[in-house]
């Protein structure tokens, strides 16, 4: 009786949240939804996590038809899709899953989200693909640009390209933000991995040098404007990842230094043309030549010298 008492309790709670959050919402005309609106999946995912899908079909139906009474449409669907992430993954922890999975299933609805808004229903959602061309356009004509493909396919490769990255983005942001918050609350997760630990395979490396080396050589290779658009697509993509994995590379060189200025060096640099291609280049050789773990034997292997010496 107290536990179903409980539940209910919790339960009315984390409507509640959701309500408030929904209230502020609109008191801000939608900048939280426009901004970070899946901060709406974690009431539902801690409950999910806590007492069951069963259990949290109550509530999560319970936030929807609060929304249909102080929220607009594209708010209504928002919330839907966090409910559909919160109540997967909190199925996900009851079920132990391991993080892959976790991150894959969450990673998926995230894009479908995305999907939705930015191109089945984006006239809805207040996105107008023509405004994105227009600006494109003004941007090439300023830097006196010479490309050779329309500028539509531009505009649709970097709505492509911007889904893929908010996606990712908002997929590890829910995953660490869940996993400290069901910490707190003394549910069992699985270990997320030490940042030391974070690489990815010398096989991707190598993919995203030949796509970058590829896309350099444009001048020399003649290729059809649809594999140019493509082309220019995965490069891009290319080069943000490895630019993100320079960054994790430098950090986790930081953490080893115990230098915490440096993390705001290392930050500050993304902004600085051409040194942030250089971080870039570091990841790539990273994920081909693993300088990561080089750098950190050179770091230890020298203060265990530097202690020698001292005593």
């Not at 539902?44 to 607009?72: E, N, Q």
Request: charged share 15%; net charge positive; proline share 3%.
């Amino acid at each position: 009786m107290n536990n179903q008492t409980r539940k209910i309790t919790e339960g009315a709670m984390m409507v509640a949240i959701v309500g408030l959050l929904l209230f502020i919402n609109r008191q801000l005309a939608g900048m939280i939804e426009v901004a970070m609106y899946w901060i709406m999946t974690f009431p539902i995912l801690i409950y999910t996590a806590k007492y069951g899908v069963k259990d949290a079909l109550v509530p999560a139906v319970s936030m929807i038809l609060l929304s249909f009474m102080i929220s607009a449409p594209t708010t209504i669907f928002y919330l839907i899709s966090c409910d559909v992430t919160g109540i997967l993954y909190g199925a996900g922890i009851r079920k132990k899953w391991k993080n892959g999975s976790l991150l894959w299933w969450t990673g998926v609805f995230t894009f479908v989200s995305y999907f939705v808004t930015t191109v089945l229903f984006a006239a809805m959602f207040g996105y107008d693909p023509n405004e994105d061309i227009v600006i494109i356009k003004n941007v090439i004509d300023f830097l006196n640009v010479d490309i050779n493909i329309p500028i539509a396919k531009i505009a649709a490769s970097l709505v492509i390209v911007g889904a893929i990255l908010m996606t990712v983005l908002q997929t590890m942001c829910i995953h660490m933000i869940a996993n400290i918050l069901l910490k707190r609350i003394k549910i069992e997760v699985r270990p997320m991995k030490n940042v030391l630990e974070l690489r990815v395979p010398k096989f991707v490396g190598y993919i995203i040098l030949g796509i970058i080396v590829l896309f350099l050589m444009q001048n020399v290779i003649k290729l059809k404007q649809d594999v140019y658009t493509i082309l220019l697509t995965l490069s891009f993509l290319c080069t943000v990842f490895a630019v993100g994995y320079g960054v994790l590379t430098l950090l986790c060189v930081a953490m080893v230094l115990r230098k915490r200025f440096l993390i705001f060096i290392i930050f500050l640099c993304l902004f600085i043309p051409y040194i942030n291609l250089m971080i870039g280049m570091i990841g790539l050789l990273d994920m081909i030549m693993d300088i990561r773990t080089l750098w950190i034997r050179a770091i230890i292997r020298g203060e265990n010298n530097g202690a020698i010496r001292k005593h």
